[in-house]
T-cell receptor
Framework: DADVTQTPRNRITKTGKRIMLECSQTKGHDRMYWYRQDPGLGLRLIYYSFDVKDINKGEISDGYSVSRQAQAKFSLSLESAIPNQTALYFC??????????????FGSGTQLSVL | GDSVTQMEGPVTLSEEAFLTINCTYTATGYPSLFWYVQYPGEGLQLLLKATKADDKGSNKGFEATYRKETTSFHLEKGSVQVSDSAVYFCALESLDSRLTFGEGTQLTVNP
């Protein structure tokens, strides 16, 4: 099983709909992140959470909200989806106290299309 | 704020060709630098890293050297394979431990 699991893998929705993307992890990491990936723009940070009671805006948080339901779960919501939110969304976790080289562990992504 | 700039892509090479993907950065202090790779349909995974000036990160035949004087961390491989086709991201670790990514470079290697 994957350490960082995102659901759904793909979603098509209409403008104005509310959408929730879910992320769960089995790595036991306190830190979780949501990024979006757009061609030519790389990955941009939407929101991040350093523990269950900590939520922080990233560089492009407008139009998004998050919920950290537990250490293992971090959900991203689009309250009223718009077409320019069409993108590939990644959840990631990190353990700054870890001794390995890996800095971020990524899920496989959710491709969201807003029509 | 911190930023990362990668060479404009995409890059298309023949198998066994030499690869260079340029990366330069702007940051406070001397951040750790990373290259991540994204294979089709997958999330990003760490390829290599360097934590201080003149460090060389290496993995799977790829190398990158942390050049403080030119604020660069160019990715190189002497002989690419078809299986190296992927998107490559340069990244730096900011003072608050977050990662800032470059735009990504699509590499296609033809047989």
């Amino acid at each position: 099983d994957a350490d960082v699991t995102q659901t759904p893998r793909n979603r098509i929705t209409k403008t104005g709909k509310r959408i929730m993307l879910e992320c769960s992890q089995t790595k036991g990491h306190d830190r979780m992140y949501w990024y979006r990936q757009d061609p030519g723009l790389g990955l941009r940070l939407i929101y991040y959470s350093f523990d269950v009671k900590d939520i922080n805006k990233g560089e492009i948080s407008d139009g998004y909200s998050v919920s950290r339901q537990a250490q293992a779960k971090f959900s991203l919501s689009l309250e009223s989806a718009i077409p320019n939110q069409t993108a590939l969304y990644f959840c990631a976790t990190s353990d700054p106290a870890g001794t390995g080289d890996e800095k971020l562990f990524f899920g496989s992504g959710t491709q969201l299309s807003v029509l | 704020g911190d930023s990362v700039t990668q060479m404009e892509g995409p890059v298309t090479l023949s198998e066994e060709a030499f690869l260079t993907i340029n990366c330069t950065y702007t940051a406070t202090g001397y951040p750790s630098l990373f290259w991540y790779v994204q294979y089709p349909g997958e999330g990003l995974q760490l390829l290599l890293k360097a934590t201080k000036a003149d460090d060389k990160g290496s993995n799977k035949g790829f190398e990158a050297t942390y050049r403080k004087e030119t604020t660069s961390f160019h990715l190189e491989k002497g002989s690419v394979q078809v299986s190296d086709s992927a998107v490559y991201f340069c990244a730096l670790e900011s003072l608050d431990s977050r990662l800032t990514f470059g735009e990504g470079t699509q590499l296609t290697v033809n047989p």
